[in-house]
């Protein structure tokens, strides 16, 4: 009598731990020509298994599909993916897939070109005659200043010189990237997906 105690305790203890199942809900049923079509919806557990949460052909189609399987469609849902592994009867959850980069070039290019700024050559002249000794010529504020007793005019003159000033444009590069989508990992062992209370699926069968 104690050792049937102690078992029936353990049952207890045992039931207390056990992994809770997913529930599953059919929302409409259906028939497609000579199919059984379920439309229903999936609410995960606390603790996700490794390999993925049982989820038999019954459960699925809430006893509507009894015979054979044709096809599960499990939607994506906050960020996971979901695959019906028909082998064992399970619902696997993948984390949602990175992303991949592949360099490429964007070129942006100006054709060679220049920009010239140019001052033309013109003439400044300044006429002294019959000089004489100790005269001198001042240019001061924008005027010629003569200075001493006598001042005769003779011709000097002075030419600016053409100056040219230019750049070239240069052709300018620049690199980017496209992304690829990367492949899924499955959700870790124990994994709480209890949030995940409506995921939607469609079971086809007979």
């Given amino acids: ?10 049952l207890v ?35 996700y298994p490794t390999g993925g949460e049982g989820a038999t052909r019954s459960q699925l189609s809430v006893g ?14 906050s960020g996971y993916t979901f695959e019906y592994d028909y082998t064992n009867s399970k619902v696997q959850a993948y984390n949602g897939g990175g992303s991949t980069v592949a360099g490429h070039t964007h070129t ?15 003439t400044h002249t300044v006429t002294v005659t019959d000089s004489t000794t100790g005269t001198a010529i001042e240019f001061l504020d924008g005027a010629v200043h003569v200075s001493g007793a006598t001042a005769n005019i003779t011709s000097a003159s002075a030419t ?3 100056t040219t000033a230019s750049t070239t444009d240069t052709a300018t590069t620049a690199s ?7 492949v899924g990992t499955e959700v870790a ?13 469609i079971i086809y069968g007979r």
């Fill in 108 to 122: 942006a290019t100006t054709d060679g070109h220049t920009h010239t700024a140019t001052t033309s050559g013109h």
């Fill in 1 to 10: 009598m104690k050792r049937a105690l102690i078992f029936a305790a353990a």
């Fill in 176 to 182: 980017g990237g496209a992304i690829t989508a990367a």
């Fill in 13 to 47: 203890l045992l039931s207390g731990v056990a992994h809770a199942a997913p529930t599953f809900t059919a929302n409409e049923v259906t028939v497609f020509g000579n199919l059984r079509v379920v439309f229903g919806s999936m609410a995960f557990d606390s603790s």
């Fill in 189 to 201: 062992n124990a994994t709480d997906l209890s949030a995940l209370t409506g995921v939607r699926y």
């Fill in 64 to 77: 509507r599909i009894v015979n054979s399987t044709v096809m599960v469609q499990v939607e994506a849902e």
């Fill in 160 to 162: 600016d010189t053409t």
